[in-house]
């Protein structure tokens, strides 16, 4: 419905009319013609929509065209018909003039509108009273396109209530199926003076409230004047692709943008500058792109036409004067690094007739370009045959496509590629596309940025933030921000923004962009709200949009406790373009403090100076009444911000920080000098191995529920150390370049934990031998069809494959040098190499440290491990430290996740974590494995379980039980240190343990 009221809205705006004295004719002139441009968000700021709709003025009437709207999914398709078919069926002439009581047309479309002008009303809402309101209703039947639900929606009564001088100011619409939208206008700012029902005036603004009980929210709708768009602004749309080029060994070329235009008959790709991007250091001096090169061009191509269809062909305008043919051909199959994909889109392109300066560009634009479109992962291969002969191929080697999609050319947003392209002139190239929210990356810059943060005891979750902004450019009429994240918490209705002489801009488009109506003059002012009130509605919302709770699971969401409130800067401030110089100042309740990686400012608690707007929005921040510490070694430096009942446990967690920072800092020789925040709270939910730690910038989010005690410390002992590597292998150094390298990121910090907790006595070395069993066995049970060095970021291979991974290369080279050199070396070679987080390493710059340290060549060796799907021979490499592995395979068991639903079940209890079944410890849910394939319906179990801090040992009558459960055959490992072992095997085995 929220199309409705965009519709209502935009319905309004061409009210605007005023009365002109003749009737309606053909020979009516236009006086003038714009664009209203609409936003429409939720009561707590989720964006919901956005559209245009074009107001042409004529002498005689007003007359309406729907453009365009975009929605978020959370939009049925129905609410997008709707708004469509609405704004469309006034066939220009919504009003018909001289406007006189009484008056009544008609039109038909599919159905039949009948239009009445009844008598004024006097409208009084919570914006006001206007007097003589212009009352408008419109009949509509017999709509016979789309859905029963569409239909439903279309037919019915609509009342618009318009005031002189103001606008549209209040709308019912009794739709035919029971529903009733009703909306009202909360807030108006008018260019200038008019006399009109609904002005037109450029820059003038309305913002609406409305509700209805087919979605039964509330709804914020802002509508700005604007001026028409030329066809210059036409690939100026909702997405951008950010394309990012480097050399095969990780040198950065360069980056371009390009819009990308998408309408219901085509899709089309245009570069945002003409201005040379991206360098170049081959014997071509033209740019080494893929997508400027050879798929997109600066005045704009057109790559499909709508519908697509096999054998459909158009012709367009090549680049520099050539002409490009366009076919589609039969779908083929197509084989690549990174899979099998069916049922491939084949795009024929012949490009002819170029004539530029030299014979080389000539060559190099003639001739036959084919692009192969798997659906639903974009772009995956092509293959580009220039007239001199020489042939570009590209292939898709990573993607990450957010969401679903059934698109050749997914355009969902923070979607990636990874292509990899060669020619005859160009070495290997390596280029990254991303899409992006169109203007991303165009903010207005900024020389200086103050922001405060107000938050009051009484509403901990709610905040003001208030921001004095300093643009680069002292003078001009716009203005454009953005958010890091996507403004989940920020009401977009709470958002104004003012120049020094108090003087207001008007919001244009949903990509947060402002204009003045003259030079606005600097410092500006920006205020806005944030609030967490509603937290559980955004998480489900973006759950149910995104199919994942990735993001509440791994800690990034912000959160409210009792004691404190944890943002992330991504989700807390709005920002421009670049700015070095930025401070933030926190007004907090007196008792309160702030942790922030920040640097602070003199001796004032809660006032910062912030580098860049990367540390700025990268960051995680804790507000309240929690404790603080500080764990230091040197120069190395990680503060301790920790709330609720973990706070009595700031000091072991103190103490173990030290611990694992000395252990480390001797294996790299030096630690880093750059500060990092670790922020540690409970989790909400007490079901048992709820440990889990997300970095965002120079700070860790922590989550965990285990007590911080003896009987426990082989759990967050190794936790907290894990998190402490990755300050060298992630957060201020050795920064990977794509996904390709996270088995290095998390399966190399995995094995040094494990490693360096044994020598610290947080696990015995039986319980590392058994750990390291577990993780064999996740390694040996993982998908075949997914490899290490993939762009797999599964525990299995990414954590537990890379940790293999790693005691593999460290027990090889250790056996190759005769235990004189191990992994530590690598490590070391790697830090002082890529100690600059800027500086990202790739597999391939591991190869060769590992070469550079074992003399050997382990290029077969990722090849068939790594980056291939072999399985490690796990007992040739062990034998090397003495060690037997015996590996099994088990019968089909019951899964965990069904384990872990029966007991939900049972207990009846959400928020819980397991200790104990018939009085046997349960370490992990897979324990239950083996006794759970007996388990029937009402047999009896005695369970005890932790709830609110609370023990609790209950009786359970087992219910949820299936007949045939799901199933998986588990591998079995078992690794036992042999009888007889030679003097090398033992040194080897002693170094790993650190017992030397």
């Known amino acids: 419905m929220n199309k409705l009221i965009s519709v209502v809205v935009a319905i309004l705006m061409f009210s605007s009319c005023g009365n002109p004295e003749k009737p309606a004719t053909e020979k009516s002139t236009t006086i003038v013609e714009r664009d209203f441009t609409i936003n429409t968000a939720t009561e707590i700021g989720h964006e919901f929509g956005e559209g245009e709709l074009r107001v042409s003025k004529l002498k005689n009437l007003l007359a309406l065209d729907s453009l365009s709207f975009s929605q978020t999914k959370m939009i049925p398709d129905a609410m997008r018909v709707l708004f469509v078919n609405v704004a469309a069926r006034y066939d220009g002439k919504m009003f018909q003039f001289p406007l006189t009581v009484g008056k009544t047309w008609k039109y038909r479309w599919d159905g039949e509108t009948q239009i009445t002008i009844e008598n004024p009303e006097d409208i009084e809402i919570a914006a006001g009273t206007f007097p003589n ?61 008019s006399k009109d029902y609904f002005p037109v005036s450029l820059g003038s603004t309305w913002t609406y409230k409305w509700k209805n009980n087919y979605y039964n ?37 360069g980056q371009r943008d390009f819009y990308v235009d998408k309408t219901k008959r085509h899709l089309g790709l245009r570069q945002s500058s003409s201005r040379q991007g991206i360098k170049s250091s081959q014997t071509v001096p033209n740019t080494t792109s893929l997508f400027f090169g050879m798929i997109g061009y600066f005045y704009g191509v057109e790559i499909f036409k709508f519908p697509i269809t096999v054998g459909k062909s158009w012709t367009y305008q090549g680049p520099i004067g050539s002409e490009a043919h366009v076919t589609v051909e039969p779908y083929e199959q197509v084989e690549l690094s990174t899979g099998t994909y069916q049922k491939c889109l084949k795009h024929k392109t012949v490009f002819k007739g170029e004539s530029s300066d030299t014979d080389t560009d000539t060559d190099l634009v003639n001739g036959t370009r084919y692009l192969w479109f798997a659906k639903g992962v974009g772009l995956v291969k092509m293959r580009y045959e220039h007239s001199n002969g020489t042939v570009t191929e590209a292939e898709l080697i990573e993607y990450s496509v957010q969401g679903k999609s059934e698109e050749y050319l997914p355009l969902n947003l923070d979607t990636t590629w990874t292509y990899k392209w060669q020619n005859d002139y160009f070495k290997p190239i390596i280029e990254k596309i991303k899409v992006v929210e169109a203007g991303s990356g165009h903010e207005t810059p900024f020389q200086k940025a103050q922001y405060t943060v107000i938050i009051s005891d009484d509403q901990p979750g709610e905040a003001q933030v208030v921001c004095k902004l300093t643009p680069k450019k002292l003078s001009g009429k716009k203005i454009r921000l953005r958010t890091d994240g996507r403004g989940y918490y920020i009401p977009s209705h709470t958002v104004k923004i003012k120049d020094s002489s108090n003087r207001i801009p008007n919001r244009r488009s949903g990509n947060w962009e402002y204009e003045f109506r003259k030079p606005y003059k600097s410092p500006l002012t920006l205020t806005y709200n944030v609030s967490l009130k509603h937290d559980e509605e955004t ?91 500080v764990a230091k070694l040197g120069k190395t430096e990680v503060m301790l911000a920790v709330g609720g009942n973990l706070k009595t446990s700031i000091d072991k967690m103190q103490n173990t920080t030290s611990n694992f920072l000395n252990k480390y800092a001797e294996m790299f020789n030096g630690g880093p000098t750059q500060p990092v925040l670790f922020i540690i709270n409970p989790f909400e939910d007490l079901r048992m191995d709820r440990l889990k730690g997300r970095a965002i910038g120079y700070s860790v989010s922590i989550l965990m529920n285990s007590n911080l005690d003896e009987e426990t410390k082989h759990l967050w002992g190794p936790f907290l150390g894990h998190e402490v590597f990755h300050i060298w292998n992630g957060i201020t150094a050795l920064k990977q370049f794509s996904l390709k390298e996270h088995w290095f990121l998390e399966g190399i910090t995995s094995y040094y934990t494990e490693i360096a907790s044994v020598d610290m006595g947080y696990i015995t070395e039986q319980e590392f031998f058994e750990r390291l069993e577990r993780t064999c066995e996740s390694y040996l049970s993982s998908s075949s069809d997914a490899t290490i060095g993939g762009s797999s970021k599964t525990s299995a291979l990414g954590y537990n494959g890379g940790s293999v991974t790693a005691i593999s290369l460290d027990l090889q080279i250790r056996h190759l040098t005769e235990n004189r050199k191990h992994l530590d070396h690598v490590m070391q070679q790697l830090y002082q190499k890529f100690g600059n987080i800027q500086k990202k390493y790739t597999q391939r710059d591991v190869i060769d440290a590992v070469n550079k340290v074992s003399k050997e060549n382990f290029e077969p060796f990722f090849k068939t491990y790594v980056t291939g799907k072999e399985r490690f021979p796990l007992s040739e490499y062990f034998n090397y430290a003495g060690l037997d592995v015996q590996i099994e395979y088990s019968e089909e068991l019951p899964t965990t996740d069904y384990i872990i639903d029966v007991l939900k079940t049972s207990l009846q209890k959400e928020k819980w974590r397991l200790i104990s079944v018939n009085g046997v410890k349960v370490n992990a849910f897979a324990d239950l494995r083996e006794s759970a394939k007996s388990w029937k319906s009402g047999d009896a179990l005695t369970v005890t379980i932790e709830e609110n801090d609370e023990t609790l ?42 017992n030397n």
């Open 133 to 193: 309101c212009l009352k408008h209703k419109s009949v509509l039947i017999g709509a016979d396109n789309g859905t029963e639900l569409e239909h439903a929606l279309i037919n019915g009564t609509r009342y618009l209530w318009f005031a002189k001088g103001v606008g549209l100011v209040k709308m019912r619409y009794e739709h035919s199926n029971g529903i009733i939208t009703e909306a009202e206008l909360i807030e108006h700012n008018l260019a200038k003076q």
């Open 217 to 253: 929210e509330v709804f914020f709708e802002n509508v700005t004047v604007g001026e028409n768009r030329s066809k210059a602004n036409l690939y100026k749309g909702k997405h951008e692709l950010k394309v990012i080029v480097s050399s095969e060994n990780g040198e950065m070329l």
């Open 539 to 629: 998480r489900g919302y973006l759950e149910s949009r995104e199919g994942s709770k990735s993001e509440r699971d791994t800690a990034t969401f912000p959160y409210l406790r009792p004691d404190c409130t944890f943002w992330t800067g991504y989700h807390l401030f709005i920002i421009g373009g670049t700015n070095p110089d930025i401070e933030v100042e926190f007004d907090l309740p007196k008792g309160w403090r702030v942790s922030t990686p920040w640097k602070r400012l003199g001796k004032t608690r809660n006032k910062f100076s912030v580098k860049n707007q990367r540390e700025l929005t990268d960051s995680a921040i804790l507000i309240g009444q929690h404790a603080e510490g």
């Open 953 to 994: 040992t209950l009786p359970v009558t087992l219910s949820g039980i299936f007949d045939n459960p799901p199933t998986t055959r588990d591998v079995s490992v078992r690794i036992t240190k042999k009888a007889e072992t030679n003097r090398l095997q033992r040194a080897i085995l002693a170094g790993i343990l650190g």
